[in-house]
DNA sequence: TTCCTCTTGTAGCACTTGCTACATTTCCGT
DNA sequence: ACGGAAATGTAGCAAGTGCTACAAGAGGAA
């Protein structure tokens, strides 16, 4: 059990990176394996299906997610405004670190809305951990943060999915028209 | 070519219905060809390979937006304010008959991040097709109806992400603290 | 040592994948 | 009717799919 749950350990992290540039949808056993230093036979023997495979490593994804986010709650300093946060995430989100994490939230999005198995609940555990995440860095000061912040989530969400359609420059004109973003 | 031009229009539909319900992803030559009553065999005959006709079938998808958006325009009366805007749109959208359909816009918009051929394309032109509506029918009056368009939309996406993983009630909340919905 | 469980390698099975070779039918212009 | 092109059926190929049967090494407990 012990040496199961190291060999899992192990094998997840290599088996995330293989997902993040290659994809989720297309992954299949043998190259998920090669890119792990293993066979497809240790995949199985290890996780029991593929379908578990799958589930375990988005479940690993969320938790790779809500540290990533802590991380950057200890190292930065707090935006003075609603408009400067929301800048802020944005740029962030747009740089070309956060592609791959991009492409495979995407798939995740997919997967849950046609309910397969793991997904909806890896995407709710990354909302549910970035919308906490905004909650507690919402300016000081701010009268309403929890309202805040689900508004800025909506928002930030909306102009993820408008730029990874090429619509950047329409969410952009857009949160300019409503006031959202520092002038 | 004229009757070339003919089987592809009568195949479109039935390989749309067909992934409609089962997904992009997994669509595979043999099913899809049972679903439009022929064979694998007549597809690549028709479309020349795969990758074509799922570009083919995503532009055709695209037309097929476009042309629900045109008919909602002259049956709708125009609602007096943004927020009544917003409220119907969410609310139409929330309907499960647009199920289906945003099911493969999730699989679309993953496309389009990981830059597949036709993905970006069919995608970019949807958002267009739906701001151009968006702009049309924003609330007689309106100070701003360019930019309030692209904010509505900005906003309306997020939504629909949120929605899809299970956190409706996480936008609701939010478009109520923004103040966009009516009370 | 002996035994037992955990772990791993080698082959392979039944099936699906996109696509093609070849032959045949269908249909339209002459 | 005839000839040529378009359209379709049959069969199959090479590769890849998830998964399994079987055997064998590894390592610790007795």
Redesign the interface.
Known sequence: MSSQRLSRDVLLPLLMEHVLTH?L?QASLRPLAKAAGTSDRMLIYHFGSKERLISELLTFAASVYAAGLEAVITTDAHPPTRADLLARILEQNAGPASQPF??LW?????G???DLPGY?EA??GM??EL?GWLERNMPPGDP?P?????????????????S????ED??H??????GLLPS
């Not at 929890?146 to 408008?162: P, Q, S």
């Open positions: 994809g949808g991009k492409n995407w798939e995740i999005v997919g849950a809305a046609r909806r995407a709710r909302m549910h919308l309403d929890a309202g805040g912040a689900r508004f800025l989530l909506t928002v930030i969400e909306g102009t993820m999915m408008l990874a359609v090429g619509h329409t969410a004109a857009g949160l300019l028209a409503g």
